[in-house]
């Protein structure tokens, strides 16, 4: 097998929540283009429908899935009809994500619905999902799962806390997700981007017009002078789920244009 050969993803199924609009669509784009099928799950129907028709013109099936990560009967759901639907479940990428009003606060201004809200979305969704996916692929040859972390996890982050503690859990629990899923065939691995102007990171920062974007880059002081995009990520993610990583577990892939 040629190196290029092990990136391939022909025969895989991949689920990616949030899959409708920004990263999650690139996301799904990417795992469709090294050949996987793609099962697309958020909350908005039309946006999944949208991103499910852009997978099955690249080739591949597709099949999009209205569901809301944080009632866990749906993530169980979504899991049990990728694989009844699609004959398998060989990967799933926990990519939703974000915060509820979008309102910067101090931990002292935070009300307990905002805390929760951005634990259960961030962290507890994720916990879900892998518990959801690897209850299936631990019965039928393993797989791989994915979890999209953030650079905010690894330093302090004012305004956002919530985030940044549950992005923090996500990376944590990535680590003891490998450990314990190994015996079971199953890789669990993180990404975690660096900015990225999705429409929640926008509205956060009040930014109203696209052509600011590009002064973002040294505002966040990033090193290669500007901010990410969707398609920066995806190539992460499909060496994840991929041969080409078969000997690494336990870790999340830092993206953000430098150190």
Not at 191 to 208: D, Q, R, S, Y
Not at 209 to 228: A, D, S, T, Y
Not at 251 to 257: A, D, L, V, Y
Request: with cysteine; aromatic share 6%; proline share 5%.
């Amino acid at each position: 097998m040629g190196i290029l050969d092990r990136f391939r993803l022909d025969g895989q199924v991949a689920v990616v929540t949030g899959g409708g609009r920004g990263i999650g669509e690139g996301l799904a784009l990417g795992l469709a283009e090294a050949g996987a099928d793609v099962v697309v799950a958020a909350r908005r129907t039309h946006e999944v429908e949208a991103v499910a028709e852009k997978v099955r013109a690249l080739g591949r099936r597709a099949l999009a899935v209205t569901a809301d990560v944080m009632e866990i009967e749906q993530v169980q759901a979504l899991a049990g009809k990728a694989f009844a639907e699609m004959g398998a479940l060989t990967c799933w990428v926990s990519n939703a994500g974000g915060a509820d009003d979008r309102v910067p606060r101090t931990f002292l201004e935070m009300p307990e619905r905002q805390w929760d809200f951005q634990l259960n979305l961030n962290l507890k969704a994720v916990w879900t999902g892998a518990q959801a996916a690897a209850n299936i692929m631990k019965d039928h040859g393993g797989g791989t799962i994915i979890n999209i972390s953030s650079s905010a996890a690894g330093r302090a982050a004012p305004f956002n806390g919530p985030y940044a503690v549950a992005k923090s859990g996500v990376d944590n629990l990535t680590q003891t997700l490998a450990a314990e899923m190994a015996s079971l065939g199953i890789r669990v691995n993180g990404v975690a981007p660096g900015p990225i102007p999705t429409e929640v990171f926008l509205e956060f920062l009040n930014l109203k017009e696209e052509e600011e974007i590009p002064e973002l880059g040294e505002r966040f002081q990033i090193p290669l002078g500007r901010v990410g995009t969707p398609e920066d990520i995806t190539p992460a993610v499909v060496y994840l789920a991929s041969d080409a990583s078969s000997w690494m577990t336990g870790h999340t892939i830092s993206i953000k244009g430098g150190p």
